[in-house]
């Protein structure tokens, strides 16, 4: 992409309002913005992002055996008054009359409209496990809405429900979830912490959250510092196998958030050296509630004794675009966004110091070239802007690598390869930086 046709309405201060830095950097790389009380518009930087952790989060939502589908956001009162929540949900449920004077509401979960689906389609054990899932825009009118993208009232989730015909069965679709959950953070650079939950308006008696460590977060947890420090899982694992010792391994060891937590419990089990209390961010939850929707919406299999029973059922939320906010949180400096490159809006930058310059521009086209023939997402700065605008503007935005080239470098047969993390700086021929922006991309 090059800069001169972009739209990049980068600010030099946030506005006043934005508390935490994740928000007030989204405002100021022009990310988002604000369209009214927690509901935003995402910008060309901010939806390139998005996309991106959504492709994570397909591609490990498919290796545990999770099955794409679209819902509407629209859905009818009906189901939900089948299923006893219309009521029960409040005032974070956002209600609608049509023109018929039928009650609509935005969806702000989909449990019902899902159990639906499913009692369409599906009689006989014969067709389980399935899990099926979407991403899409969530609607909660939230009391407080608040820190941007991490309490919207409008947001997209990606929201997964499983279909078992026994609770042993159903537990095996949890603790996939539950793996391919650790693997999905993993790959955006984020370490996430499972803790034991409270099931709140979802339902259910075995659930956990997947909390990023961030001394912004809303919510205060406890637990044993060796669960942050243990490895995911990895792609390698095999889903189709017993993964109960894969999840004891965690859960085995104390972490709770703070309507969990058990100070007696926590000072009996952890050695006080491994002692963590902290402040985390949300960022998946998964829940496991049995036949809580599936008993009175009549969403039953036969067995193979031919008897019908309720399907056993869990859902898995990761919040898709609060989790924009909760990578920023944990991967920024004082000059901005730090990227990892698996969600980087782009991977790589080409810097034209001297945009005037015939030799310098040829050098940059070439550069932009051969990265986007190698399948590098590049954003090529062809504008005539200062040098010290240019550098603060990717470092503000977070491009993981630069090169950047000037009259000098070009006189010499050089340019200069940056990396976004370190700052580290090194001048070396066009080839050799190329070769280190797609090695960075790798790593
Ligand atoms: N139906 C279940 C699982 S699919 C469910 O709705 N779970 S949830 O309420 O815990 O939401 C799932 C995830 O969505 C949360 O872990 C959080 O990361 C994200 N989320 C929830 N509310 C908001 C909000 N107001 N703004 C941004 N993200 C949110």
Redesign the pocket.
């Known amino acids: 992409m090059r800069l001169s046709r972009y739209f990049l309405p980068v600010l030099k201060e946030a506005p006043a309002d934005a508390q935490i830095v994740s928000h007030q950097l989204m405002l100021r790389a022009g990310m988002i913005k604000q369209n009214g009380a ?1 509901i935003y518009s995402w910008l060309p930087l901010g939806m390139r992002v998005l996309h991106k952790i959504e492709k994570i989060v397909r591609e490990e939502q498919e290796r545990a055996g999770a099955v794409e589908l679209l819902m509407p956001t629209i859905q009818s009162a009906d189901l939900w008054k089948e299923s006893g929540r219309y009521e029960a949900y409040g005032k974070e449920m956002l209600r609608i009359i049509d023109r018929h004077d039928r009650e609509m509401l935005y969806g ?4 019902e409209m899902i159990t639906d689906i499913f009692r369409t389609y599906v009689k006989s054990y014969k067709q389980l496990p399935l899990n099926l899932y979407h991403i899409q825009w969530k609607f ?1 009118d ?1 009391v407080r ?1 608040r820190f941007g ?5 409008e ?1 997209l ?1 990606k ?3 499983s279909f078992d015909s026994s609770v042993g069965a159903a537990k095996q679709s949890y603790y996939r979830m539950f793996c391919a959950y650790l693997n999905t953070f993993t790959r955006m650079g984020l370490k996430a912490v499972p803790m034991r939950a409270d099931t ?1 308006p ?1 339902g259910g008696d075995l659930s956990h ?1 997947f909390i990023v460590l961030a001394d912004t977060g809303e919510s205060a947890v406890f637990c044993d510092s060796a669960l942050v420090d243990m490895p995911a899982p990895g792609a390698d694992l095999n889903f189709w196998q017993d993964l109960l010792p894969e999840v004891e391994k965690r859960t085995m060891l104390y972490a709770a958030t703070e309507e969990m937590h058990d100070q007696a419990r926590f000072e009996a089990e952890v050695p006080a050296e491994r002692r963590l209390s902290a402040r985390g961010i ?6 496991y509630f049995g036949t809580k929707y599936s008993a009175p919406m009549k969403a039953e299999v036969a067995t193979s004794e031919g008897k019908n029973m309720p399907v056993e059922m869990g ?5 898709v ?2 989790l924009l906010g909760a990578i920023i949180e944990a991967s920024h400096d004082e000059k901005g966004v730090i990227w990892p490159s698996s969600v980087a809006p782009f991977e790589a930058a080409v810097l034209n110091l001297r945009a005037d310059d015939a030799d310098v521009t040829k050098v940059c086209e070439r550069a932009y070239e051969q990265l986007q023939k190698a399948g590098v997402d590049t954003l090529y700065d062809d504008t005539s802007e200062r040098p010290g605008a240019k550098f603060s503007t990717m470092e503000l935005i977070g491009v993981p690598e630069m090169i950047v080239v000037g009259p000098k470098g070009v006189k010499a047969g050089v340019v200069e390869y940056r990396t976004r993390k370190t700052g580290a700086s090194e001048e070396m021929t066009l080839e050799s930086a190329i070769n280190r922006c797609l090695a960075g991309r790798r790593g």
Not at 108 to 111: V, W
Not at 315 to 319: R, V
């Open positions: 927690g702000p979960t989909n449990e909660r939230e809405p993208v991490m309490r919207g009232r947001f989730m929201d997964a429900y709140g979802i959250e949300e960022v998946g939850h998964i829940f859902s898995y939320g990761i919040g675009s609060r």
